[in-house]
């Protein structure tokens, strides 16, 4: 619903929040100590996952999703298994990806649906209307900023050149 840009905004300061001290990392845990811990790959995969789908939106939210997924399930992963000693990645996955496959797809089907129902709109319409607001966004980014090199360009051909030098005798 936030889009990229906003989505990464919100993510960094999930991570902020977290790191001053309110408990909103897994198991009520915060501060400093939980990025390096178990789980930190997972919440500096989070912010790596928005990245991506910032890049990725334009393909379409549902891919754009499923990447951003899988890059948090990596990062996870990737870092679990150093965490644990070196246990290979495909341990870490059978660990902490593997049991959350489909908690995780009835979530996302459950806030589709939820949403869907609290705006009284169909699922499908739902999704079009978002993407559709997010292209208008992005054309109306482009038209504004068209519009200030127009005015930069109106502004440089306005000043005058400035008189050359007279020649040295």
Do not use: H
């Not at 840009?5 to 198991?27: D, K």
């Not at 129902?117 to 109306?140: H, S, V």
Request: glycine share 10%; net charge positive; with cysteine.
């Amino acid at each position: 619903v936030l889009g990229g840009r906003w989505g990464c905004v919100s993510i960094l300061l999930y991570l902020l929040v977290g790191m001053v001290g309110i408990p909103v990392f897994a198991g009520f845990q915060s501060g400093a100590v939980a990025l390096p811990g178990p789980t930190g790959g997972f919440l500096w995969g989070f912010l790596a996952a928005g990245i991506v789908y910032w890049m990725l939106e334009k393909l379409g939210k549902l891919p754009a999703m499923v990447v951003a997924q899988v890059v948090v399930y990596v990062c996870g992963c990737v870092w679990f298994s150093f965490y644990g000693g070196n246990t290979g990645v495909l341990a870490a996955a059978l660990t902490c990806v593997v049991p959350y496959l489909i908690p995780d797809a009835v979530k996302r089907a459950v806030y589709v649906r939820t949403c869907a129902e609290k705006f009284e709109i169909d699922e499908q319409i739902l999704a079009d209307r978002i993407n559709r607001t997010r292209t208008d966004m992005i054309i109306a980014d482009k038209k504004q900023a068209d519009r200030e090199r127009q005015r930069d360009a109106a502004i440089s051909a306005s000043v005058p050149s400035p008189e050359p030098p007279p020649p040295m005798p």
